[in-house]
C-alpha cells in the first residue's frame, strides 16, 4: 500500500482495536495525542511512514500496549518519560528517526521492555543505569 494521508483524531475513538498496523505507506504529519485513548490497543505499527512530529506524551496512557514499532519516520523532539508507565510494553523500535535529547532514565520502569532500538537518531546521551536492570 502506499496510502498518502495523517492519521484523524478521531482515532482516539477506537477504544477496542486491538491491532494498528499502517506501516509501509506515505501516512505523514503529527501523530494526534488522541492515540492515548486508544486503551484496548496491543500492538501498534506505524513505521516506514512520514510522521513528522513528537511522539505524544499520551502514549504513556496505553497500559496494554506490548509494541510500539515507529522506526523509519522523521519523528523528532525526545523520548516521552511518559512510556516508563506502560508495564505491558515489551517491543519500543525508534530507530531511524530524528530523535533528540537523552534517553530517559523512566524507560527503567517499563519492567516488560526486553527490545529497545534507538539507533540512527540524534540521541546525546549514554545509556541510564536503570535500563541495566
Same mark, same amino acid.
Given at each position: 500500500?502506499?496510502?498518502?494521508? /495523517? *492519521?484523524?483524531?478521531?482515532? #482516539?475513538?477506537?477504544?477496542?482495536?486491538?491491532?494498528?498496523?499502517?506501516?509501509?505507506? /506515505? %501516512? #505523514?504529519? =503529527?501523530?494526534?495525542?488522541?492515540? #492515548?485513548? %486508544?486503551?484496548? *490497543?496491543?500492538? %501498534?505499527?506505524?513505521?516506514?511512514?512520514?510522521?513528522?512530529?513528537?511522539? =505524544?506524551?499520551?502514549?504513556?496512557? %496505553? /497500559?496494554?500496549?506490548?509494541?510500539?514499532? &515507529?522506526?523509519? @519516520?522523521l519523528?523528532? #523532539?525526545s523520548?516521552?518519560?511518559?512510556?516508563? @508507565?506502560?508495564n505491558? *510494553?515489551?517491543?519500543?523500535?525508534?530507530?531511524s @528517526?530524528?530523535i533528540?535529547?537523552?534517553?530517559?532514565?523512566?524507560?527503567? /520502569? &517499563?519492567? !516488560?521492555?526486553?527490545? *529497545?532500538?534507538?539507533?540512527?537518531?540524534?540521541?546525546?546521551?549514554?545509556?541510564p543505569? !536503570?535500563?541495566? @536492570?
Open positions: 500500500n502506499k496510502v498518502s494521508s /495523517r *492519521l484523524p483524531p478521531q482515532i #482516539g475513538e477506537l477504544t477496542e482495536l486491538e491491532y494498528l498496523w499502517i506501516d509501509n505507506n /506515505r %501516512m #505523514g504529519g =503529527p501523530l494526534p495525542s488522541e492515540i #492515548g485513548q %486508544m486503551s484496548s *490497543l496491543i500492538q %501498534m505499527d506505524i513505521y516506514s511512514n512520514r510522521f513528522s512530529s513528537s511522539i =505524544p506524551t499520551e502514549l504513556g496512557q %496505553m /497500559r496494554n500496549l506490548e509494541r510500539f514499532s &515507529a522506526y523509519s @519516520n519523528l523528532q #523532539g523520548i516521552p518519560t511518559q512510556i516508563g @508507565n506502560m505491558n *510494553l515489551g517491543e519500543l523500535f525508534l530507530d @528517526n530524528s533528540g535529547g537523552s534517553i530517559p532514565s523512566e524507560l527503567g /520502569r &517499563a519492567t !516488560a521492555l526486553y527490545d *529497545l532500538r534507538l539507533f540512527d537518531n540524534n540521541l546525546v546521551c549514554s545509556i543505569n !536503570a535500563l541495566s @536492570n
